[in-house]
Structure formats: structure tokens, C-alpha cells
């Protein structure tokens, strides 16, 4: 049998999701071009840098900072404004400093995958059902997790898409797992989009940080 030995730096971020244009970015990359949203870096930054002590517990396995254990980060927005480069280069940069387990996926796969699982029957590839039950416990199970445009699932009349949003959100916390979210719904397209107590969770598990300025998509201009 033939093997091709991997890549060691591909080997490195395969299984996390993170697209490859992505692997690797770090806050500082995205500070050096002066056009990152200054507020929405700020809290980046203080979220890598105080992970450790918001997920700390005491020798009893008690949270030692209760009202942070398990937060995350909401990035909201306007389309192109550097909500998903954000959020991935704090992922790259807690899983390089502290070796945390870290899963990207679009919430929208997330759910679909659900769908497809739960639909498997004897015809469908045993490769390909495994491969959505991975990224699936991935996505309940990593340390950190990032849920990309939030708000751009199908919706159904069943609500399926905002229960997996609400069921996912509530065990991760529990678990003490901080989430990461980035949408760029606001206003009254996220109040129609999801019910008061989901939002108000959403509130009390991440903070959250709304961007400003035009879109960095040259093409956008
Ligand atoms: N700090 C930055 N400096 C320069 N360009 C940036 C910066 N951050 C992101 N970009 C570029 O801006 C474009 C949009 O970024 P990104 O996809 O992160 O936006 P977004 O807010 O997630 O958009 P959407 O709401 O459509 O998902 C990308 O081409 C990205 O490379
Ligand atoms: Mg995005």
C-alpha cells in the first residue's frame, strides 16, 4: 500500500472546519491593515487573552468566574465586514496558545447535516453519513465552537433549524463551551427570525459586538 505522508501544517487544521484561506490568521494579521472594526478586535483580543481565567474552575471543579464560565462572542453586522475572518482568528489563536479543541461550520450546514443524519437509511454512503456525524459532534462538542451566519438557514413552519439553535446553544453553555456567533441579521429581521427567549439567551451566553463601516469586499465597493 502506498501512503503520501500529510503535510504537517494541512495535518495541523484538518477536522476543524476552518476554511483554508483562514487556517493560521491571527488578530495582529487583521490589525495590521488599520481597516479591522476597532471595538470588535478589542474584545477579541481580551477574550484569547483571558480565556484561561474565564473557563478556570477551583480544586471542587467549580467555576471560579460563574457569570463568564462558557461565554462567547456575537459578532453582528453588515455583510463584508470582517465578522467571519474575525471570529476564525480567534479561533486559530486559542487553539495555538492553549491547545483547545476549536470546530467552524456555517450554521446552516450544521442543520442540514442534522437533517440528512436523521434521514439516513440503507442507501445512503456509510463515508459520507460518518463524515456528518463528525462534524455534527464536532460542532456540540469542540471547546470552542464557531456558528457562521447565523440567521441564513432555511426555515421551516416546523421551527426545526431555531430548536437545533436553541438546543445547541443551552448544552454547550451548560457544558461550560463558549460559542461563537456572527450574523449580520439585525434589528427587526432578527426579532422576527427568532423567539424572545432564544435572543435573550443569546444574550446571556455570548457578548456581543456589532461592526461598523462599509464593507472590506472590494468587490462590494
Ligand atoms: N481586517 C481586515 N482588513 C482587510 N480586509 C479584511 C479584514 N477582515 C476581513 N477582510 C476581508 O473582507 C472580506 C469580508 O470579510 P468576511 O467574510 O470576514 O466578512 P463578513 O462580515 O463575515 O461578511 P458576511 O456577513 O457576508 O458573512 C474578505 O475578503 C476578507 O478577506
Ligand atoms: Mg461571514
Known amino acids: 500500500m502506498i501512503t503520501t505522508p500529510m503535510d504537517p501544517e494541512r495535518a495541523r487544521w484538518v477536522g476543524t472546519g476552518i476554511p483554508p484561506r ?27 487573552e483571558q480565556y484561561r481565567s474565564q473557563q478556570d474552575k477551583n480544586w471542587r471543579g467549580i467555576p471560579t468566574n460563574p457569570n463568564l464560565y ?37 450554521f446552516g450546514d450544521h442543520v442540514e447535516r442534522k437533517i440528512k443524519a436523521m434521514k439516513a437509511g440503507a442507501d445512503t454512503d456509510p463515508e459520507q453519513l460518518s ?13 470552542v465552537v464557531l456558528l457562521d451566519d447565523v440567521g441564513h438557514e432555511h426555515i421551516t413552519d416546523s421551527k426545526y433549524a431555531e430548536d437545533v439553535l436553541d438546543q445547541l446553544l443551552r448544552q454547550r453553555y451548560d457544558e461550560g463551551r463558549p460559542t461563537l456567533l456572527t450574523t449580520n441579521l439585525s434589528g427587526t429581521d432578527w426579532a422576527q ?10 444574550d446571556q451566553c455570548t457578548r456581543r459586538s456589532i461592526f461598523v463601516g462599509e464593507s472590506l469586499r472590494r468587490a462590494d465597493a
Do not use: H
Open 22 to 48: 483562514l487556517r493560521g490568521i491571527t488578530l495582529n494579521d487583521l490589525a495590521a491593515t488599520g481597516e479591522a472594526d476597532a471595538k470588535a478586535l478589542a474584545m477579541s483580543r481580551s477574550f484569547v
Open 70 to 106: 462558557g461565554r462567547g462572542l456575537m459578532f453582528a453586522g453588515p455583510p463584508g465586514t470582517g465578522k467571519t475572518t474575525m471570529a476564525a482568528a480567534v479561533l486559530c489563536e486559542l487553539r495555538r496558545r492553549y491547545g483547545v479543541s476549536v470546530y467552524q461550520s456555517r
Open 131 to 143: 463524515r456528518w456525524t463528525y462534524a455534527i459532534e464536532r460542532t456540540e462538542w469542540a471547546d
Open 193 to 202: 427570525r427568532y423567539s424572545r427567549a432564544l435572543r435573550s439567551f443569546m
